[in-house]
Structure formats: C-alpha cells, structure tokens
C-alpha cells in the first residue's frame, strides 16, 4: 500500500501560526458588540442545604428559577444541576451565574456571593461511601470460573489493597464558551469543546429550545484531555443561559480557581484484591474490587467503570476471576472523562499484584509478567501476547535492561543514602468507545472549482494533530496536496449527531468519513474525467495534482477537472459516514468484543530516589508504542511523548488534597504541580513498533495513539517500587509517601 | 495626570488604562492576542513577555505585572517577533507545538534565554506545557541562537499616575508612605499581583517601590552583600554566582520561582510578607542579615531573626519602607549550603527548606547557624540542633541527633503533612552531613 501523503510525518497544520501567536483561541476572537460577561459563584462547602444567596448589587444574577428549560447538564443520565437548588453536593458547585458588561464586575460579584448554606456532614472517602453503599454506579463484575475453590486450593494467597488518585486535566487554556443569542431563540455558541453535539444538546435542554435552533462552533482547543467533554457543555450552557436572559452576547471564561474548582477530573480508585498463586508464578485465581471516586453525580462514571473493568487483567490472565468494579458517590466535585478513561487505573491491578507475588514467591517480576501473560480477556476477546512481548522485548532492549539493572545494583552498593530502581511495564488497551453506538462519524467534503478543497468533519482539534491526520486522508484521495485542503471549525450546522473527540477514536472515526465524502465526490469527478479521458473510472489514478489516464497520456489537472464537473452540472460535494463494524457487549452476560482492535506498548524506567527526603527522578524512560502504519509519525510520536510525561504527573507528582471539610485546597498551579521540563527524563527515547500492521477495516491499517501511551508512565512507579523495595505503593508516589514507604518497609 | 509611557514592540506607546490594569489585559484589549491567560497566577508562563533594556532581557508574566510598573520601559511581545523569527520557526518546525496555547510564552521564554544563556530548564522553569512532554521544546531550543536585536535602555524616573506612585528616591517614598500609610507598597508584585490578576482589585494608593535608586543593585562589600529591598532576585542570583562565598546558594536560588519571578520578585518583598515558606527567609537568618529600614524617623538596622515575628508579620512600622538587606559572607572555610524540598524541582513552593552556615575548628564545628522554612510561623533557626551540632564532628551520627533534637511543630497542608515534614527536614540535616563528609557523592536526586 503505497502512499503519497498518509503516513507521512506532516507537522501539526497550526504549528507555525501557535508560535507566531496567531493562532486564535475563543478567547482571541473579537467579542461581538455589547458583548457581558459571566463569572460563577460557587459553593463554599462541601455539602449543605442552601437557604439563601446574598448577591452583591448592580449585576445581573441568574439563578435557578431563571432557567427556561430544564435545570439539568446531565451528558449521559438525567438529573445533574447546573445550578444548585435545595442542595449543594460539592465545594466548587456553581449557585448563580454573575453577569454584568465588563469581567473584572462579574469576577468580583462572585467573589463578593454570600450563600446561606446549612451544613450537612460530607462523605468524603471511598471507603465510608462503600460502607453505606452509596454508589453512582453499582457493581458491574466480570467472572470466570470458581474464583473461591481456585484461591483456596492455591499453594500462595495474598492480600492487597492500595490507592490511585484523581488528576486535573490542567489545559492551558481554562474551560470558555461566548454565546450569541440570533432571532427566534436561535443561539450561537463558541465553545472549547471535545463535544459540540452534547453542548448542543445541553445548551437547548437548558434553555428550552430544539436543537436546531443552537450552533456550536469550535476551531481549536488549548488542551482537552477528556476535561473538555461533559465539562465544557454546562459551561456553554452557562453562558447561553446568561445571553437568552440578558439578550447580550455573554462570554463566560472561567478562572484558573473556579475552573479546578468547579469541573471534574480524573477518577480516584480504591483496590482491594486477593490471589492465588501457583509455586512458578502463575496466577491461578484473582478476587478482585476496583472502586472509582465518582464525586455527587454520575456524569460519564458508568463509561469509566467499564474501562477500568475491561482493562483490570490489562494483558494478562487468570483461570478463575471474578473483578468487580463501581463507582460510589462522595461529596467531590463530580469525577469526569480523563485520557484513558479509567483505562490507567485499571490497569494498575496486575502491577501491583504482580510485584507483591514476585517479592513473596521470591521471583524476579519480569518472569511473572511473560508467565501470565494471556491470548483473550476474560470478557473473551482476543490479544496478541506475541506482540506484547514483541514491544516489552524490544523496550529492553532498548533501555538495554541487563546493564541498567547492573548500574542500579552497583550505585546502590555505594551510595549511603540516594538508591536508583529500575521497572518495566507493558499493555494492551482497546480502542473504541465502550458504548458501541457511539462508534460514528460524519464528515462533509467540498471541492471548488479552483480545485482546493474544504474538510469539515466531527472531530475537534485540541492539539492532538487530528485535523492534519484527517486531512492527510483526504488529500490521499484526491492526491492534491495537503495544503490544498482547507480545514473548518467542527461546527453542530455541518456535522450533525456527532460523538465526542475521545477514547483515541478521533482518526480512526473522523478519518474514514473524510475518506467515505472524499471518494463519494471522487467517483463522480472520476466519471467526469474518464467521459473526457476516454477512459474507464477506475482506471484512473488521481496524483500530483492531476487525473490521470492509463499508458502514461496526459490526462488534466485536478482543477480543470473540478471546473468541468461544475459546467457539466455534476455535485462536487459529498458527505461520508462511518460506523465501526464488528463491535459488540452483552451487557447480560459481561462478555463480548466491545473494541475494534488492542494497541500495545511497553515501557523501561529508570529512577533515582532520595531515602533521606523521598524525592525522586526518572533518569531514563525507553517507550515502544505500537501504531499499526501510522497516519503521521511525528504526531505520534509527540503523542506518546506527551502522554507518558502526563502520566508521569498523574502517578509521582500531581496530587489533589481536600482538607477535613472537603474543600478542595489545590486550585491553581502554585499548588498543583503538573510536571515542567525538568521533570523530563534527561533520556527519553519514544518510538513506535516497526513493521506493525493494524487489523484489516483499520484506516491505512493505522492504529490509535491518543491515550494509550499515558499507561506507560506505570514503569516509573514500578522502577520506584524497585528503588524502594516496597512492592506497593500508594499513588501518587509523592515524596511524602515514598519515605513514608521506605520507614515502613 | 501624566500617562504612562512604554515601548512595545520597539514603538512608543501612551497608555490612558488605569495604572493597576495588568500587562496582560492591556495587551488582549489592544488586540494583541498572542500572550494567553492560563492561571493568573505566574505559575504557567502562557503570558510571558521580555522586558528588554539595552542588551538585557528578562521574561516576565504579565498577567502579574500592572502597566503602572512598566512605566518607561521597553516591551517585546510575542507580535514583536513576527512569524519568521528563528525562535517561532525552530519551535513551529521541530514539533514543539500541540494545542499551541502555551507556546507563544514559551517563544518568549526561549527568545530571552537565546540572550541570557544557561542552563534551558531553567529558561522553561516558568512555562508550563500540558501536551508535549517537553523534549521537542528543548531540542528545538538547542538549535537556537541569539538574533542580535537590543532595545533601549532604562532610566527611572520619578511619576504619579492617579494614586500609582513611581518614587524615584527613598526621600520621595519616605514621603510617600507618610502621607499614605493604608497605601500598598509594592515592588515586583509576584506575592501582590495576584490581587490584581486574580482578585481584580483596583487599590487606591501604591506606592511602587521598584524604581527607587537607593534601594537597587547587589553591591558586593569585604564582608557581606548589600542587596537593595528593590533589587530582582535575578540580579542576587548574578551576584552570588560571581561570587565563590556565595556560589553555593546558586541552586537554591535557580529554584526560587522561575525566571519569570525572578525578574520582578524582590527580596525586600520577601521580607515584608514575610511568609513562613518564603525562600529567601532562611538563608539571611542562617547567615545573620541585617534589614534597613528608613521613616521619616530616620534610619533603623534590624537583625533578621528580630524582624520576622511571625505568620505574615514582621516588625516594619506603618511608617517604614526596607531599603536593603546587607547579608553577611560565610566565614572562610565555612560550609554554606541551601536545601529545598517541593512537589516539583522547578516554581514551587517549599514544604521545608533548610539553610546552613557551618563553621569549623579543625573538624569540629564551632559553630551552626540553622535555619528552616516550611517548619513553623516564620522561618525560624534551630538552636537546639545548632547546639547539637556544636562541638562535634559533622557526620552522620550528629546530624542524626541534631534532627531528634528538632523541636517544630509543622503545619499540616497540601504542601505537606507535620510528620513528612519533620522527617524531611531531619534527612535535610542529614544531607548536609553528607555534602560535608562525602563531597565526592552527589547529595541528592537532582543532577
């Protein structure tokens, strides 16, 4: 499969004009005349009855009761509040909207917000929501086989249970949307979104309005990371609620505080496990509770639960299992769609599992892992072990194993008090949204008569490079150019009914649309040429620029070519449509082939940590990542690259902290540490599987990349339980708890 | 009234906006789009911008700075270079954008280290990146170079914009902070700022201490430095690395805030919020530092330790301004050393700190001057683990006893629990038994 453009390493399509800052953000867009502006006056308690809210004067307050539809942002379920009634679930949670004509008066009106609120104890751990059986998502389990006789009769049982915690998303630019109210309850919305539809959706829902009467429009986002899914539509319902009752346009930007305030993050978990076994390693039977901190509502929790499920064995097995996993409901702000989507978390399990077995049986856990590794999931579908010990393999190698491990074990021997460790790490993570409807895509393809070409589809540009890869596709197609490829804003008005930018979907969804509209008007101006060309269609080849005959004649450029169709009254406009084949889950049975393909990747890290203060350094990491035939290298491996550093953060050094009342002390980056450039390791070699083919129905037999990566950072904690020699590790793996670790070992 | 006057971009401006309006806002209302608002807080580096003079250039967030301070100086942009500059185009073509809304502060970031030099991290210590991991960051950095432009220089002067004061002289700000004592004083703004970046506040009176000659500069004397109240920890940064008595300070002062800080945030500053993680705090009470102070009274000299009373407070008088600090040298053959522990090596805060001052009489110590942020109200010395140490050799054993002998009672934050804190600061004296007795080893993670 020869291609001229797929596959090669473009850059990102926005790249020169971010450096230049002429790229526009929402909030560099010129505000339209008479332009107000909205800020959120927030619960300062964790839960309590409000009775009252004492408003500053001379702004314009928009409280529940001036909600024309109905009061709900819920994106999934029903019944989650925009704006708190009777009662308030969470410190951050939005009870009136301030409006007035300059931020600076809406930011201090809701600052100065007094609310009146009864306090009500908050539950604020997963345990004490366990206890009382509180939960948002009740337990989905996976089994297989008599788990109980399995774990008794095995020669080695352990126990274990530790912790993971929750992550802000920390896009640069901060949660935005300006809604411009037009004629007859029409509304405009600019919003930073991964979902336009559902912004669509939730914005008419709250002001009562079909769906056709609101456009949601989004050129770029300034990071997403799944922050800017569920959380992005009530923001823009918030600001078109404000326009609809003030008839202004309304901006509504929230700051760094109310942001991290105010919408949700990454699922914390709670994991409590048993297992068995066998003298070698082998893992014979695996009792397992996977237990995610939803926060007050269910938001996407249901979709993160499924994840963490189907991701618990990550690419191991065992012959009796029964994993259970639910999300509770605390008194958190509510707990949302964060790149890998309980993915990460579930497949922290076995690692721990792993290596507690590997310390106890005496074992080294690089055997345990190629022992227990596993051809299908315990839901039944298939894996490939052969290519995750493919890229474990090739990791080491890559880190050259042997001769860190030897470095690490000589620098321990001498040094008094600074220990290096060294960890691996590899998975398989399934690509495709857990509910399989949403596996869909529409794109709308317009050629000119000039010849360029304008590609809209229903995927939205946060920086991972989908709009160059998408456009890479359909420059195949017509063999133009890439430039000649002119990108529109994801807009509700040309894509209709569109799932959001996520689960690594973006390319694989939004590409073979593209390609579906692109080859729907190539057809058509192929059949046009060959008329001219005195040819057949397909034997047509569209390349350089041109449309080309067969036996080498001249055929004409792919301008003269779209003019032509134009006067011979033949459509240069197509939309194409996609639905991912295959997929299926029986929810019944917890058995099924819910992802259309597994992409697989392995990790080495090296660490140096300080046992005097627990501080530490990765020194090295050495990632593989198996892209299939990727679409654009070099935005894969900027992926990879990005995604590992971010779970870096995720596992070592981010961490939210509540105080006894549960309200959220870490609401800005002086206190929420997301790694900087330091932080890097001095060696990070990324590269991805060569030789590597998707399965076939894959576009240009690529594979995803979006989130998968993040897991490797997994073999920076595993490196720290080495350093450490503690095999369980509370995570973040913070200094704190490190030295913590290491007095208790 | 007059107006404020600044270059931007190297043509004249005059500015009608009130003199507390932030850099940043000024700049997006004109229409200058490029530097973003990320946190409003200094900590993300999205809305860097360079604040050149002659051939320096120092980065700043001007989502901290307001227009009154910039009065007179020179302003570059992200517009100001233009989208075929080397720096925008090493970075545009070496991958190093994703979401790109970070990276017009990271330009200016690396357009500024491409004249000041050193090590890139710490060039990008005040940017945050949420996409890239970094690595195409640096590695288009490492083809950069400098492109030669200098900008005109800066010569302070003394203006009033409404009730913004820019005194030019201590006698005019003595003056001043009589007439309006409920005045805010400020000098960089990076702890200040933020009540007009975050809390869009618009206060009355300041009194902006940054141009007032006596208290510029680090002057560096037989015995000790004398650093002005309004001198940039870039500059005491400058002086310490110049200087060997001081060069052990350098990577604990390369840790304090970022570059960006670091070109506004001052000493005196310091000094006057006197926070108890505030990191400048140990190393003059471990070194015994004398603060100046003038008032219409006259001039008075305090000793550190009595100038920092306790959470936030310090013994200024409502009718005093610091002037400068002189900080005495270590003695010859002194161990000087400066610990910090934080979540992230590079722009936080510190849950413990730890400044040291170790004389010695042959192998033993004569004397220990100990001193720990994070660890109390205030900073505050350790004398029972000073006295510990005093008379011994300083090994592993007495750092051991001086750490039992420890006698905090931390605070319990997201920075850090009491007993992680108390711990830390134990192994800190242990680290620093270990810089003494084994030179030859690196004392911790960082290279």
Redesign the interface.
Known sequence: MNTAIVGHAL??D????????????L??LPEPAGTWHAALALSPVAHGRLRGLDLPEGVRAILPADIPGQNDIAPIGHGEVLLAETLVEHHGQPLAILVAPT??AA??AA?AARPRIETLPPVLSIEAALETGSFLVPPQIIAEGDVEAALAAAPHRLTGEFRAGGQE??????QIALAIPGEEGEMLVHSSTQHPTEVQHVVARVLGEPYHRVTVQCR??????GGKESNASWVAAAAALAARVTGHPVKLRL???ADMAATGKRHPFLYRWQAGFDEEGRLLALDATLAADGGHSLDMSGGVVFRALTHALNCYGAPALRVLACAVKTNHVSNTAFRGFGGPQGALLMEDVLHRAAAQLGHDVESLRLRNLADRTPYGQRLEPALTRRVLAEAKADAEWDRLRAEAASFNA?????RKGVGSFCCAFGIAFGIPHLNQAGALVHVYTDGSIRLAHGGTE????LFIKVAQVVAEVFGMPVEAVGLAPTSTAEIPNTSATAASTGSDLNGWAAHAAAMAVRDRMAEVAARHLRCTPESLRFEDGHVLPPGGNEGMRFGELAKLCWRERVSLSATGFYRTPDIHWDAGRMRGEPFFYFTYGAAVAEV???T??????CLSAHLVQDCGRSLNP?ID??QI??????GMGWLT?E?L?WDGDGRQ??L????Y????????P?V?RARLLEGSEARAGALFRSKAVGEPPLLLATAVVNALRDATGVPSLGLPA???RL??AI?NR | MASIEITLNGARRTIEAPPTTTLLDWLRAEGLTGAKEGCAEGDCGACTVVIEAGASRRPVNACLCVLGQMHGRAIRAVEGLGRDHPVVRALAEGGATQCGFCTPGIVMAAWAWTRSGGDPHAALAGNLCRCTGYRPILDAMAAMSDDGETAPGFAAASSQFGGFHLPATLEEAVALRAAFPDAMLLAGGTDLGLRFSEHREHPAEVICLLNVREMQGVTVGEACQRIGAAAPYAEWLEACRADARFAPLVPYLERLGSRQIRTLGTVGGNLGTASPIGDALPVLLALGAVVECASPRGARRVPVEEFLLGYRRNALASDEIIVAIELPAPPPGALLAAEKLSRRHDQDISAVSLAACVEFAGETVSRARLAFGGMAATAMRAREAEAVLTGRSLDDDAAREAGAALRFAPMDDHRGAAAYRLEAARGLLRRLALRHARPDLPATVHA
Request: aromatic share 6%; net charge positive; no cysteine.
């Open positions: 850059r990102h926005s790249a020169l004009r971010h450096a230049s800052g002429e790229a526009r953000f909030d560099d931020r600076d930011l201090r600052a998303h920390f896009y640069l630019e901060g770029r986002l300034g990071g997403g990371f700051s760094r505080r001498e040094h008094p008090t600074l946060m920086g991972q490079g140096l940590l300080d005097l203060t627990g501080e530490h350094r070099a491996l900027g690259e990005g995604a590992f550093v971010q050094s961490e902290w002390r870490t800005g980056p002086s206190t540490k997301i790694p900087g450039s330091r932080d890097v001095p990070l913070t200094a704190e030295l913590a007095r």
